[in-house]
């Protein structure tokens, strides 16, 4: 059974880069047949994919915060992290990683967490 935990700090000030971890259980990140995502949803909107990293480690992200995001890998520790620059109140959202099929479906994802950005 895949299993997926974010970790990271649930409160920041603006400005600040968030970073994010996602740690993968029961299936390994290099596996040729998935890639890994992170998506987020702000209180009260829907869910907002930010970016994916593929089996090799290529990377695509959202054309909306492509210039605020970056998303690389561990793969010794089978984990994988978002970063996001810049952060305003308007990144205040729950943010989740998942695994994302060939065909762009996400079968497993992370409880998530919760990110707060304040001053």
């Known amino acids: 059974q895949v299993q997926l935990q974010e970790s990271g700090p649930g409160l920041m000030k603006p400005s600040q880069t968030l970073s994010l971890t996602c740690t993968v259980s029961?299936?390994?990140?290099?596996?040729?047949?998935?890639?890994w995502s992170w998506i987020r949803q702000p209180p009260g909107k829907g869910l907002e994919w930010m970016g994916v990293?593929?089996?090799?480690?290529?990377?695509y992200y959202s054309p909306s915060l492509k210039s605020r995001t970056s998303i690389s890998r561990d793969t010794s520790k089978n984990q994988f992290t978002l970063q996001l620059s810049s952060v305003t109140p308007e990144d205040t959202a729950v943010y989740y990683c998942?695994?994302?099929?060939?065909?762009?479906?996400?079968?497993?994802w992370g409880k998530g967490t919760l990110v707060t950005v304040s001053s």
């Open positions: 998942a695994r994302t099929t060939l065909g762009s479906s996400m079968d497993y």
């Open positions: 029961g299936g390994s990140i290099t596996t040729n047949i998935y890639y």
């Open positions: 990293i593929t089996y090799s480690g290529n990377t």
